[in-house]
């Protein structure tokens, strides 16, 4: 585990202390693209070098977006689709729109009024800060009053951030046993599963978990590097 600014190239390698590193994982996806001519100038001249692999690399910055599955899941963009493309997202992508006065679409495919719609189906979306990775900002529409969600709606309007209204995915939940306060009990337990895929092959895939109908990734801001 090391910081950005701790890594050597000397043209030929990629150098943290007196390791050769051979790939670099971003366990946070770089966003201040500030840093990019100081402290992570090593690690790009080694990936554009060809010396270092990269998982997460910087085109991982534009996927965390989730202003992206707006452009995606819009019916009048799917010309640019073929149609076996147009098929997967209408099964994998969920409806998701930028949280916006304008008239679009809704789940359905009926013409609405973006505001009104969101508003008026509190109990089938979410509210999600585009740029936010973790998930540290969603609008938990399972327990919020209806007034309380208006008000946030109205905010986010006023706000400077962008933030999108998104379908809400049931996730899958099973009991398992668990042990808490030195007891073992049956637990209710949501979870995920997320396929890896590098270089354009499938790997492994890998599973979270949670207590709340919302199951979302931990992340911190170092790179982890391998010899």
């Known amino acids: 585990m090391a910081k950005p600014g701790q890594f050597i190239f000397n043209g030929k390698e990629l150098i943290y202390q007196d390791l ?17 001519n100081t402290d992570l100038k090593p690690v790009i001249d080694a990936f554009t070098g060809g010396k270092v692999f990269i998982i997460d690399t910087f085109r991982s910055i534009l996927a965390s977006e989730k202003s992206l599955f707006a452009l995606i899941s819009d019916r009048k963009n799917h010309s640019f689709y073929n149609d076996r ?11 998701t729109r930028i949280v916006r006065h304008e008239n679009t679409t809704d789940i359905t495919g ?14 089938r979306l979410v509210l ?13 529409a399972w327990d919020m009053n209806h007034m309380d969600w208006k ?3 109205s905010w986010i309007l006023s706000s400077n951030e962008l933030w999108v209204a998104q379908e809400k995915i049931e996730f899958n939940s099973s009991e398992r046993y668990a042990i808490e306060d030195d007891y073992i009990k049956l637990k209710k337990i949501f979870w995920c599963v997320h396929p ?23 992340a911190t801001e ?5 010899i």
Do not use: M
């Open 222 to 226: 170092t790179l982890v590097g391998f």
């Open 110 to 123: 009926n013409e609405v009024d973006l505001i009104d719609y969101i508003i008026a189906n509190q109990d």
């Open 85 to 95: 493309e147009v098929k997967f997202i209408k099964k994998h992508i969920p409806w």
């Open 196 to 218: 890896y895929i590098f270089n354009g092959k499938f790997q492994t895939c890998y599973g979270k978990t949670s207590d709340e109908p919302v199951v979302n990734a931990d």
């Open 20 to 36: 050769k590193i051979k790939f670099v994982i971003f366990s946070h996806p770089v966003k201040n693209i500030t840093c990019f």
């Open 151 to 153: 008000t946030l709606v």
């Open 128 to 140: 999600k800060k585009s740029s936010d990775i973790r998930g540290d900002h969603l609008g938990p």
